[in-house]
T-cell receptor, first 113, second 114 residues
Framework: DTGVSQDPRHKITKRGQNVTFRCDPI?????LYWYRQTLGQGPEFLTY????????KSRLLSDRFSAERPKGSFSTLEIQRTEQGDSAMYLC???????????FGQGTRLTVV | AQTVTQSQPEMSVQEAETVTLSCTYD???????LFWYKQPPSRQMILVIR??????QNATENRFSVNFQKAAKSFSLKISDSQLGDAAMYFC???????????FGKGTLLTVNP
């Protein structure tokens, strides 16, 4: 399968713990996006990378959140000191350039207990 | 900045019938793109159809078509000959031409009855 891959699919963590999610985009795609989707809502933009450069971050991305894309390939999203409000589906998407379709991964569902 | 509104939280349709999902949007950009995405349960979001705002002709993809009313800022999705596999959450989304992030509506849950 050459689609966008996210790992893990599900994560349950205790409040206050750190978690890290990984996204592997489609190999030739230079743009990578992170979105967060809470129950009953549409996805909300978090951040985006062009190659290894993080070009935009949403105000939703508090200082407890950090994202990286070393070497412009896979990306990681880390949440430090998780809170119950962080419980959501975290979606990754990638595209080639800005005017092409964004392909989404299956998401990582985070539950903070 | 963009806002996207989907006023129908749930819709249902009989198999083989036609259904229309509504979407309105607002954007300050003159160049923008509109999308309908489908999200089946526990599966990834996939693009159903896209419309460039500068194109007057409504986009069509097989059984899926849109009614793009630029002046009214309306972008509805019509699904013809509905199939059981069409059951999913449908999201309308907008993207400005000068940036790459998508702004989504809250979604419409479509049920297809056999």
């Amino acid at each position: 399968d050459t689609g966008v891959s996210q790992d893990p699919r599900h994560k349950i963590t205790k409040r206050g713990q750190n978690v890290t999610f990984r996204c592997d985009p489609i190999s030739e795609h230079n743009r990578l996006y992170w979105y967060r989707q809470t129950l009953g809502q549409g996805p909300e933009f978090l951040t985006y990378f062009q190659n290894e450069a993080q070009l935009e971050k949403s105000r939703l991305l508090s200082d407890r959140f950090s994202a990286e894309r070393p070497k412009g390939s896979f990306s990681t999203l880390e949440i430090q000191r998780t809170e119950q409000g962080d419980s959501a589906m975290y979606l990754c998407a990638s595209s080639w350039g800005g005017n092409t379709e964004a392909f989404f991964g299956q998401g990582t569902r985070l539950t903070v207990v | 900045a963009q806002t996207v509104t989907q006023s129908q939280p749930e819709m249902s349709v009989q198999e083989a019938e036609t259904v229309t999902l509504s979407c309105t949007y607002d954007t300050s950009e003159s160049d923008y793109y509109l999308f309908w995405y489908k999200q089946p349960p526990s599966r990834q979001m996939i693009l159903v159809i896209r419309q460039e705002a500068y194109k007057q002709q409504n986009a069509t993809e097989n059984r899926f078509s849109v009614n793009f009313q630029k002046a009214a800022k309306s972008f509805s999705l019509k699904i013809s000959d509905s199939q059981l596999g069409d059951a999913a959450m449908y999201f309308c989304a907008c993207r400005g031409g000068s940036n790459y992030k998508l702004t989504f509506g809250k979604g419409t849950l479509l049920t297809v009855n056999p």
